[in-house]
């Protein structure tokens, strides 16, 4: 059947839930981290769990990928649909169920933001912890097993959601996982979806954790003389039983780029952001307290401190621009973030390694990292078409991700995999790489759901929007 012929029999079922305009096509075609242009044949832009369905109907009809779309926030391609294949955009399912104060919990919909379900949970005095710092949908963030700056203290999705509906290519809808805190009933289906980005099923629904407002939070900024002071800094903080809401790193030159972008005064130097939260503001002094005494074993000293939201709010910016601030101080350069987490044993060291590589390779990319749990990012820069660069680029994050592997780490930390760091998945982990493979062949037998990611080999697959295969 035609491409043509497969899209009639989407718009027959799903009618203006289907979109072939180029404005549309364009706008999936690209996620927030990668070069490529991956142009659809179609978007879907479904509005239930029985729209997904019909989706999964038709493409295992017809033999055509499916690839789920979340916000578009991917940075390592995980999002991307084979080029003239469907685009199933899960925006629409967006409702929010009552909030349960009682279990702390709440069932959302994939395509339910981060933010916005936040701003809903404040006034039953909860929210819901995890923070890729991109305004990510909830499915998406569960597809890819998000992190961020909280999972110091709470965890990643794996921690935060509790149950998932998840449809499966064959016309199956599983509901894994319950409301219950712990069970040691049958396999843990659950944990197979959260981290599957989009290769195994299409998660329908979430069920999430939700977690009290801290009654009592304060906030510091401290600045190093180098690096690696910063580093042994945050893991002595962790030794003194500090453990605390987020505690994020960036290095002088990222310091330097925020003072620019925000017009700001901070000492530009390798610097740490600390928020911890109490029973009240006797428990936060204790742990400002114990913040202070790691920071001064390695040289670091108090440059900012706030209590107040609003003072709190000024102190993070900094923090939180990181990444508009980069991108501004090199106009025209295209970026790519690299991400690896590693024990905090090997932190220190690998924080070396990667300012080695940069002078090795005569590059500059600002390293900051969620650094209370060992996880790094180097924000790589170079003109689109400085093919040299480029390749200079590839080799350092390369050798980062082999030694991360090398010292018990993992090649991502939290970006998940995606297209681009499939090819470490073996010597991380081993032949365990092949059961993962007997596990999408399982649920995917016609590898239709997001083909070539994760597990997945490279695919010279066709342009499905030209003949396609028909189901015999």
């Known amino acids: 059947m035609t491409a043509n012929g497969w899209r009639a ?32 044949g179609a978007v879907v832009f479904a509005q239930s769990e029985a729209d997904v369905l019909a989706t999964l109907a038709v493409a295992r009809d017809h033999r055509v990928p499916v690839t789920p779309w979340g916000a578009g926030t991917s940075l390592e391609g995980a999002a991307l649909p084979l080029p003239g294949a469907i685009s199933l955009d899960l925006s629409g399912l967006d409702t929010v169920g009552e909030v349960d104060p009682l279990g702390f919990t709440v069932t959302v919909g994939p395509g339910v933001r981060r933010v916005a379900l936040n701003r809903r949970l404040r006034s039953h005095g909860l929210f819901f912890p995890v923070d890729p710092g991109a305004d990510a949908s909830l499915g998406g963030m569960a597809a890819t097993h998000a992190s961020g ?22 016309g199956r809808v599983l509901s894994l996982g319950s409301a219950a805190r712990k069970s040691s009933s049958g396999y843990a289906l659950k944990h197979l979806f959260l981290g599957s980005e989009g290769t195994l099923g299409v998660i329908t629904a979430l069920t999430l954790r939700l977690h009290p407002l801290p009654p009592a939070t304060a906030s510091v900024q401290l600045a190093f003389p180098d690096v690696a002071s910063a580093v042994l800094a945050s893991v002595t903080a962790r030794g003194l039983g500090v453990t605390p809401e987020r505690l994020e790193f960036v290095d002088a030159a990222t310091v330097r780029a925020v003072n620019r972008h925000r017009d700001r005064h901070d000492p530009e130097a390798p610097t740490l952001w600390a928020e911890v939260a109490g029973r009240d503001a006797a428990d936060v002094d204790t742990q400002l307290a114990l913040l202070r005494e790691a920071a001064a074993l390695h040289g670091g000293v108090t440059v900012g401190e706030a209590r107040t939201p609003e003072a709190q709010g000024a102190l993070w910016a900094a923090r939180h621009g990181v990444y508009d601030a980069l991108r501004a101080a090199w106009p025209g350069h295209a970026t790519r973030i690299g991400d690896v987490c590693v024990p905090l044993p090997a932190l220190a060291s690998t924080v070396a390694l990667a300012q080695r590589l940069l002078a090795k390779h ?18 790589m820069h170079a003109p689109p078409d400085d093919t040299e660069t480029w390749a200079r680029i590839e080799r350092v994050l390369h050798e980062l991700a082999t030694q991360a592997i090398a010292a018990g780490g993992t090649c991502t930390g939290e970006h998940g995999v995606g297209l681009r760091k499939r090819p470490y998945l073996r010597a991380e982990h081993g032949a365990a790489l092949d059961v993962m493979r007997d596990v999408k062949a399982l649920f995917d037998p016609l590898n239709l759901l997001n083909p ?12 499905w929007s030209q003949d396609v295969p028909t189901r015999t």
């Open 149 to 170: 700056t909280t999972t110091v203290r709470y965890g990643g999705m794996r921690e935060n959601v509790l149950s998932l509906r998840v449809a499966l290519l064959d």
């Open 452 to 463: 070539g990611k994760v597990v997945g080999d490279p695919l010279s697959l066709p342009d």
């Open 362 to 379: 005569g590059l500059t990319a600002p390293l900051v990292g969620h650094i209370g749990d060992g996880n790094l990012h180097l924000l």
């Open 9 to 40: 029999v989407l718009r027959e079922r799903l009618g203006e839930r289907v979109s072939v305009l180029p404005g549309d096509l364009q706008a999936h075609a690209r996620d927030e981290g990668t070069p490529y242009t991956c142009i659809p």
